[in-house]
């Protein structure tokens, strides 16, 4: 939800008001956005995801932050909590709230968000320099649309549905089996 006839404000005015808050709120543009509660199902698929990266990269220079980290994507001059990221920086954890690259963004659809996370969040993830992949997860259908940038920096998508196994070499590790990320839930299909 948009703060009705909001003035933009700055990036700084932003992290100190969202800091402040009881709720969370993603900036795009200037703009302040009230985030919407997740449901169980939702959180159920992210934590699945989280855990399940959580463990491949256990003991690399990644780690995997869920929820409550902000990614900072500047050349889009946006702010966002994705659901599930892969940060390759610095190889320990501090008390930074704010990340300015990602390996992997992860984003679990839900009605409300559906639409800004295929076309917003795409077309601003994709401007991360260290993006390697984009994930748009469903919580309706055991489905996930992958893009993927390649060596020589060109995009690609592809879906995977129930049964099949998401590639993740770049990542040094295993694909990552679909149901893997919906167990636990009632997604069968």
Same mark, same amino acid.
């Given at each position: 939800?948009?703060?009705?006839?909001?003035?933009?404000?700055? =990036?700084?005015?932003?992290?100190?008001?969202?800091?402040?808050?009881?709720?969370?709120?993603?900036?795009?543009?200037?703009?302040?956005?009230?985030?919407?509660v997740?449901?169980?199902?939702?959180?159920?698929?992210?934590?699945?995801?989280?855990?399940?990266?959580?463990?491949?990269?256990?003991?690399?220079?990644?780690?995997?932050?869920?929820n409550?980290?902000?990614?900072?994507?500047?050349?889009?001059?946006?702010?966002?909590?994705?659901?599930?990221?892969?940060?390759?920086?610095?190889?320990?954890?501090?008390? &930074?709230?704010?990340?300015?690259?990602?390996?992997l963004?992860? &984003?679990?659809?839900?009605?409300?968000?559906?639409g800004?996370?295929?076309?917003?969040? =795409?077309?601003?993830?994709?401007?991360?320099?260290?993006?390697?992949?984009?994930?748009?997860?469903?919580?309706?259908e055991?489905?996930v649309?992958?893009?993927?940038?390649?060596?020589?920096?060109?995009?690609?998508? =592809?879906?995977?549905?129930?049964?099949?196994?998401?590639?993740? &070499?770049?990542?040094?590790?295993?694909?990552?089996?679909?149901?893997?990320?919906?167990?636990?839930?009632?997604?069968?299909?």
């Amino acid at each position: 939800m948009t703060l009705a006839l909001q003035k933009p404000i700055h =990036l700084f005015d932003y992290l100190t008001f969202d800091n402040r808050s009881q709720q969370r709120h993603e900036y795009v543009g200037g703009r302040i956005h009230a985030m919407t509660v997740g449901t169980m199902r939702h959180n159920r698929v992210s934590g699945n995801i989280y855990q399940t990266l959580s463990k491949r990269l256990d003991g690399g220079p990644c780690q995997v932050f869920i929820n409550d980290m902000k990614l900072h994507v500047q050349a889009a001059d946006c702010v966002y909590y994705p659901d599930v990221f892969v940060y390759c920086g610095s190889s320990t954890a501090n008390d &930074e709230q704010v990340v300015q690259d990602a390996t992997l963004v992860v &984003e679990v659809l839900s009605e409300s968000t559906a639409g800004i996370d295929r076309r917003e969040k =795409l077309l601003a993830y994709q401007k991360l320099a260290g993006l390697r992949a984009y994930w748009i997860v469903s919580q309706t259908e055991q489905r996930v649309e992958v893009h993927d940038r390649d060596t020589e920096g060109r995009w690609q998508a =592809l879906a995977y549905a129930m049964g099949e196994s998401i590639p993740v &070499e770049w990542m040094g590790s295993e694909p990552v089996a679909l149901s893997t990320i919906y167990a636990g839930t009632d997604i069968v299909a």
